[in-house]
C-alpha cells in the first residue's frame, strides 16, 4: 500500500479495523487464529503486554482475501494461494473486477426490464401479466439454477466466443433441433449412426456454451428438467428431443459435458 510523501503510517487495532471495513472482530480474530491474517505489529506496553495492531500492509491482505472470498475461494484455498511465490494481487483484483462487471452486466439488464415496468405504470399504461411474468423469471431463473461462479464463468465464455459466435448460436441450435426432430418423425432409432452423429453435435454445441464445464452442465440439465418455458422456448415440448439425444450418446459412447 502506498503512502504520500511525508505522510505517517497508520494502524488499527481489531475493533477499529472491523468497524471500519464493515467486518465483525469475530471474523478477524477467526482469520487471525488460522494464520490468514495476523495483525503484523506488536506496540511495547510498560506493564508489559502491549497492542497488536493491523498496519497497512495487513489491510492490503485483507483486500486480497475479501475479493478471493468473493470469486468463490474457500479460506484454505486463500491462504494457499497468498502463499505461492507467484501470487499476483493484480491478477485478482482484475479477475474481481470482471465478475463484478459481468454482475453490473445482469443487473443493468433488469434495471432496464423494471425500468419500462415503473415507467408504464408512471402513464397509468396497462401492463400485461406477461410482461411481469417475463421479468420475474428473469429475476429468479438464472440464481435458481447457477451458482455465482457458474455465472461467472459463462460471461468469460462468452467474452472468449465473441459476440458474433453467440448470435449465430440460436440458429444453429433451431437447425439442429430440426435435423433432430426430422430424424425423430423419420424413425431414426437412437442406436443408428446417424443419431449418434446428431448428439456429438449437439453436445459439441453445449460444450461451446459452458466452455466444457461439467458442474454447468449440470446446472443447465436441471433447470431443461424443471422448467417448463424457458423465455421464449417451449422446453416441456423438447424433452422427447433430449431424451432421444441421451439415448444416441449413449449408444454411440459420446460422452456428454456433464461427464
Known sequence: MS??????????????????????????????????LRPSVRTESAHGAGHRLYGEADV????QILSLKLLGFSLDQIREQLGRDEYDPRQVLRLHLASV????AELTSLESRLRTLADALDRAEAVSVEEFLTTIQGMTMIEKYYTADQLAALRKRR?????????RAPQQWADLQAEVQAAMD???????????????RWFDLVSAFTGGDPEIFKSLNRMYA?????????????????????????????????M
Open 3 to 36: 503512502r504520500r510523501s511525508g505522510e505517517a503510517a497508520r494502524f488499527w487495532k481489531v475493533g477499529e479495523l472491523a468497524e471500519r471495513c464493515g467486518l465483525t472482530v469475530r471474523t478477524l480474530h477467526h482469520y487471525d487464529s488460522t494464520g490468514l
Open 186 to 200: 423419420e424413425g431414426v432409432d437412437p442406436p443408428d449412426p446417424r443419431a449418434g452423429a446428431l448428439a456429438r
Open 60 to 63: 492490503a491482505r485483507l483486500q
Open 101 to 104: 462487471r459481468g454482475q453490473l
Open 226 to 258: 424443471n422448467e417448463d418455458r424457458i423465455r421464449d422456448m417451449d422446453v416441456a415440448a423438447m424433452r422427447p428431443m433430449i431424451a432421444w439425444i441421451g439415448e444416441a450418446a449413449e449408444a454411440a459412447g459420446v460422452r456428454h459435458p456433464g
Open 159 to 167: 467474452e472468449e466466443v465473441g459476440e458474433e459466435a453467440m448470435n
